[in-house]
């Protein structure tokens, strides 16, 4: 059934023009870090490692919870509008998949996102000729960040579920995003959500932001997916559908 | 118009509006606080120039949040129309350029509200920084103060007057609420790029070309100087004749469109 969900969540999103702005969006920062880099290039000595800091840290510390929050809001935004939610959970399929066919939907994008961010780092590398391909670390942190990132991408299709306005949500995001940013730089970044992804890509930093200790930081990211994951599909099974 | 007004209250009554721009507020404040309580008693980069770091700091904030939140705040405003397919019977009772106008007419507000409060918010700041660091009082710069309140609004205005007439044409919302996350996202990016010509492209990228403030930094010794540059006067004004042209063609495009 959860594989006939994800298959009906495609099936909305046909013709949408949202992956246009997944393609468009990321090309900024990279534009924007490979500038920086090729301004600051006496002082930034690390090459790859120097260029990976500043490519991310605009687009992890600001714009990808605002992005991903969008379309989580238009995800739910296709449900809230022609009382399409009375019909959604009338449906016999169990809550849980209709909450994991949405999530499938976000991961992917999640995922896309995150293939594309590394290319378009890649190609800046040879742009501003670095030499040899990124050190495999930086593959690291670009995993640790999907995985960062599927947690903010689930907090906000939960939030998108439950306050029924498309705006607001982004809104949350955005200043999470800031509030995040200041709580990566503290010993709590790994606790809060919002931090994850950019603890998790390493954004900003020449040194890696675990220390070595990645553990902690998988432990909070799986801990983040499951709770948010939880009370999601507890709402949405227990709480009277409004139109 | 009060009366519209009062009535278009009502209708956002409990959607919690100016709830965006006060959180946008707290942010900005609590960001510049958490800097600030960063400085070492040795930072003396910024003494004698805590004004000038302030609102060069308020103007990247600005890039950054406002697009956004007035994209969000734009959608809410309009959106109550859109979900319940009211702009048919609303138009039957009232001019149809009432409903743009008093919705515009609050954006204005709210944007005022915030304007002044982030500006009150400089001198506050300064104190802060000066009681931190226990620094000598700086002499406040009433003019540039000026120019920053009336550049953030105008700014301001000339994006709420495009996301305006972006959310009330769009059914989705989704175009005006990418187009204010791009338009962070841009803003930002012109300010990093200060000669470069395509910031004076998008209005997001006026929060920078008005800030009265520059900066020099010399990465050797990580020393930072904030200098004050000329307001451009006639960038303003051109940027103002836009705002209208926004204003005239959004205001026809919202008459032309098909209910």
Sequence with gaps: MLEN???????????????????????????????NYLNNIDLLKSEWLSLWTQETLFYSNFFFAPLIAVYCGYLWRIEN?????????????????IFLGKLASII????????WVFVLFVLTGRMVSLSGMPPAMILLYAVRGTLGGLVVAALQLMLSMIIRSFATPIAIAVFGAVTGLLASNSRYGVCYPYSLMMVGMNANRSEDMLQGNPLPFFVSCIFWLALLCAVSVYYLKHTDVRA | MSKLLSIELRKIRRRYVWLLFLAALLVIFLWDLWAILRMEPESKWVLGQEYEYLLLDMALQNAIFLPIVIAAAASRLCDIELKGSALKMLCTMEKRIDVYHTKLVLGALYLLAYSLAQTAMVPLLVRIIQAHLQSPPQKMPSAQLALFFLSTYTVSMVLFIVQQTMSLLSATQIVPLFAGVGGSLLGLFSGFFPNAPFRYLLPQGYYWVFCTVNIYYIPETRDVTYYPIPFPAAVFAGFC???????????????????
């Design chain 1, 5 to 35: 969900c994800i298959l009906c969540e495609k099936m909305k999103l046909r013709r949408s023009p949202m992956w246009i702005a997944f393609v468009l969006f990321p090309i900024v920062p990279a534009a924007l870090g490979t500038g």
């Design chain 1, 81 to 97: 509008r022609n009382r399409n939610r009375h019909l959604l959970m009338t449906m016999p399929v169990p809550v849980r998949d």
């Design chain 1, 108 to 115: 992917k994008i999640t995922l896309f996102t995150q293939i």
């Design chain 2, 241 to 259: 004749v836009f705002g209208v042209l926004a204003y005239i063609v959004g205001r026809r495009l919202f008459m032309g469109r098909e209910i």
